[in-house]
């Protein structure tokens, strides 16, 4: 496995192997990091704002209290 990757970043890191491929292989990765770490942001957002909702006491009426 170690050597699967060892030999895959040689090929990124010469000039022969950058190709399209590569490169779209990188932006993939990258979009699925920034998808990740948004919906998971998001949900801390969410039980933060539930919690304060609770502290206040509103349980999602809106302040209707």
């Given at each position: 496995m170690?050597?699967?990757?060892?030999?895959?970043?040689?090929?990124?890191?010469?000039?022969d192997?950058?190709?399209?491929?590569?490169?779209?292989v990188?932006?993939?990765?990258?979009?699925?990091i920034v998808?990740?770490t948004?919906?998971m942001m998001?949900t801390e957002?969410?039980?933060?704002?539930?919690?304060v909702?609770?502290?206040?006491?509103?349980?999602?009426?809106?302040g209707?209290?």
């Amino acid at each position: 496995m170690v050597i699967r990757v060892s030999k895959w970043w040689e090929t990124l890191a010469g000039d022969d192997g950058q190709g399209v491929s590569e490169y779209a292989v990188l932006l993939v990765l990258l979009v699925l990091i920034v998808i990740t770490t948004v919906h998971m942001m998001g949900t801390e957002a969410q039980q933060v704002i539930n919690k304060v909702n609770s502290a206040f006491g509103t349980g999602g009426h809106g302040g209707d209290n």
